[in-house]
């Protein structure tokens, strides 16, 4: 189960970008589909996280948690800030057409509904939807 201590600690590793401690919560291989992206390999978790890391800092505000055995659900507030221009054409090229263009300096808050789907106690399926405005 990926209780709420758990959770905390998933989101410090993928806060630091430590994407090995972040690859460790997961079952190998994992599967994570969001936004156009489908990560099916532990080094292309790390691959995804290595690229939008590259032009953004992310961080995660928890609004409401509920776990069990089988699911972790999370209700959240994602703030994305560039550092670094991350053009259409830059997305489109690694397959994120759901992913928004950011601009150096720009701000994007999404509320996010993630879903994660657990066995034997990890990750083993992520899914993601944006709240409407």
């Known amino acids: 189960m ?10 410090a590793a993928f806060n630091a970008k430590d994407y090995d401690a972040v690859a460790d919560f997961y079952v190998d291989p994992p599967q994570m589909t969001f936004f156009g992206a489908e ?3 532990r080094q292309a978790l790390k691959d995804f996280y290595s690229f939008l890391h590259a032009h953004v800092a992310e961080s995660v505000r928890v609004l409401n948690f509920a776990c069990s055995e089988t699911l ?12 670094a221009d991350l053009s259409r054409e830059a997305l489109d090229a690694r397959g994120l057409h759901g992913f928004f263009p950011i601009r150096a300096g720009e701000v994007q808050e999404m509320r996010q509904f993630i879903f994660y789907t657990m066995a034997q106690g990890k ?6 939807a944006l709240a409407q405005p």
């Open 2 to 11: 990926l209780d709420r201590a758990g959770y905390d600690r998933y989101v």
């Open 39 to 41: 990560i099916r390999s």
């Open 72 to 83: 972790t659900a999370i209700d959240a507030v994602v703030r994305v800030e560039a550092f």
């Open 123 to 128: 990750i083993a399926r992520v899914e993601c």
